[in-house]
Nanobody
Framework: QVQLVESGGALVQAGESLKLSCEMS????????VAWHRQAPGNQRELVAT???????NYADSVKDRFTISRDNAKNMVYLQMNSLKPEDTGVYYC?????????WGQGTQVTVSS
């Protein structure tokens, strides 16, 4: 059974940085593209950043040039470095596959950006 544990969320001021971490277990991590998603209050969950097995990356336009996704296959970890944070980045951040069928969602980690 796949388990996803996100961490690193916090309350920060606009313009500051955060680094999120996700530990994955129960899966051959290196065999999958993995992604960060986020869900803002009242909104649907959206795909933010994807890293493929080749380590190439895709980003949502709203976070391009500010966020960087990375992975450590030896540790089964995926990271999201978030710079120049904006209030609209507020939400719960989750790691998972980028597309269905996804694994069971973890609890997520809350990021709140104050203006």
């Amino acid at each position: 059974q796949v388990q996803l544990v996100e961490s690193g969320g916090a309350l920060v001021q606009a313009g500051e940085s955060l680094k999120l971490s996700c530990e994955m277990s129960g899966v051959r991590f290196a065999n999958y593209a993995v992604a960060w998603h986020r869900q803002a209050p009242g909104n649907q969950r959206e795909l933010v950043a994807t890293i493929f097995m080749s380590e190439s990356q895709n980003y949502a336009d709203s976070v391009k040039d500010r966020f960087t996704i990375s992975r450590d296959n030896a540790k089964n970890m995926v990271y999201l470095q978030m710079n120049s944070l904006k209030p609209e980045d507020t939400g719960v951040y989750y790691c998972n596959k980028p597309r269905a069928p996804v694994w069971s969602w973890g609890q997520g980690t809350q990021v709140t950006v104050s203006s």
